[in-house]
């Protein structure tokens, strides 16, 4: 379903996804039969037909419960508890209100949150693995109190979702204390690959996204990419964003006419910067939303400093239609697009873009999704992560541990005064 082009990439006349063949035969053996490195991590790779159908059942259950016994669903979660969900969310759509908290320290944002669901009676899906994490601990202390000063401890009781480990950690024991509804984040998936799972099935299924054409697009990606070889886009992709890598581009600016792409990127980033960046390696990811950033990043995109390249997401068809009308005695010299489709003029621009871009310096690369719909953008999160897989391998790092997200929250726990952590506040406050 997914379709790679490297056509427009600038990549030296002789190089070759064979030339990586070797390399990526391995890395594809290593996350299909878990050899490789962080191997406790791959139960995304079989998920799509692997999956836990009882559970998927009691998913759906609870989201038709949410829909028809409350008002809005609050997800509560940080980075992978929440980027997946949101992105699918804001990419196709939804037909009941949705919110999502935990995923910042602002005190604004949240009482603007709070405000918003004043005379709501919303239900709240609070995901964590360990149930410790600052952001989405701290939010779901603050829901947790207002759903029981309101309804009771029976009633926050009904309202409470809780996506957690299976067996152990804080969250989880408060599930089990106090008879929340609870699915499981498992074992072997990580949180940035865990959009397959309740972490993000829940959260979409009660704002009406289609999960079961999500996971049967998955699925088919699955499949598909899973019969390795040269044909392989996922192995195109990550030959061609090694080589480019390699040849002074560290920068990778991912791209989308579509502006409700946005969150689908943020999601990226997190995929491919937590995966991809450790061990001073790996490259990193951008995002611009085209055509309005050509009007601001434009500049710097087209005659900026050459250590950066793009790559296109397009989706090929439209949902809808739509045509240039015409209009008399309109001075704005548009009268030569009367009846083009608005899907004509934005191929154009991205046509123009591309060849100007190409020319500037900047290679090229493309990955074309059939429709923005369930199926296709199912097919897209399972490209990305196994593109991802591949791509870390590629580069020699652990695509699936993340040290480096550990400093911050030590620090901040010293400097919050945190018990066990009274000597490394004494250095930092000495530091600040």
Not at 94 to 100: A, R
Not at 289 to 300: C, I, P, R, V, W
Not at 352 to 371: Q, S
Not at 400 to 406: I, K, L, N, R
């Amino acid at each position: 379903m997914i379709t790679f082009d490297s056509a427009h990439s600038g990549i030296a006349a002789d190089f070759g996804v064979d030339s990586y063949a070797y390399r990526l035969k391995k890395a594809h053996s290593d996350l299909l039969n878990a050899t490789g490195k962080g191997s406790d991590f791959v139960g995304w790779v079989h998920l799509p037909e692997t999956y836990d159908k009882a559970e998927y059942a009691r998913i759906h259950a609870a989201a038709k419960t949410i829909r028809e016994q409350y008002d809005a669903l609050v997800v509560i979660g940080i980075g992978g508890s929440y980027l997946g969900s949101r992105a699918v969310l804001d990419l196709l759509g939804g037909d009941f209100p949705v919110y999502f908290a935990g995923n910042t320290l602002s005190t604004d944002a949240m009482v603007s949150l709070l405000k918003t669901l004043e005379g709501k009676d919303y239900a709240v899906n609070v995901i964590s693995k360990s149930g410790t994490t600052t952001e989405p601990a701290v939010a779901f202390r603050i829901f947790k109190t207002r759903l029981e000063a309101k309804h009771g401890t029976d009633g926050a009781r009904a309202r409470i979702f809780a996506t957690t480990d299976a067996a152990r950690g804080a969250l989880k024991t408060l599930a089990t204390a106090q008879g929340y509804e609870s699915f499981v984040v498992p074992d072997d998936v990580g949180g940035r690959y865990s959009v397959l799972t309740a972490v993000g099935l829940l959260p979409l299924a009660a704002a009406g996204i289609d999960i079961d054409a999500l996971m049967s697009g998955a699925q088919a990606e699955r499949l598909a990419l899973h019969q390795g070889g040269l044909d392989n886009p996922a192995w195109q992709y990550a030959a061609a964003r090694n080589a480019l890598y390699h040849d002074g581009k560290k920068i990778e600016v991912l791209a989308c006419y579509e502006p409700s792409f946005r969150f689908f990127a943020e999601w990226f980033k997190q995929l491919f910067g937590e995966s991809e960046g450790k061990n001073g390696l790996g490259v990193f990811p951008a995002s611009v939303e085209f055509t309005a950033d050509l009007h601001s990043m434009g500049q710097y995109l087209q005659e900026g400093e050459r250590i950066l390249f793009e790559t296109v997401v397009r989706f090929s068809q439209s949902l809808e239609s739509l045509a240039v009308p015409a209009d008399l005695g309109s001075a704005d010299g548009l009268d030569f697009l009367v009846g083009q489709s608005l899907d004509f003029v934005q191929a154009q621009a991205e046509n123009g873009t591309r060849l100007a871009h190409v020319d500037g310096g900047v290679p090229n690369l493309a990955i074309t999704v059939p429709r923005r719909d369930a199926k296709s953008v199912g097919a897209l999160i399972y490209f990305f992560e196994f593109a991802c897989g591949l791509c870390c391998y590629l580069l020699g790092v652990n695509p699936f541990d993340q040290p480096g997200v550990e400093a911050y929250k030590k620090n901040m726990f010293a400097l919050l005064g945190k018990p066990g952590y009274e000597d490394l506040a004494a250095e930092l406050k000495e530091k600040m």
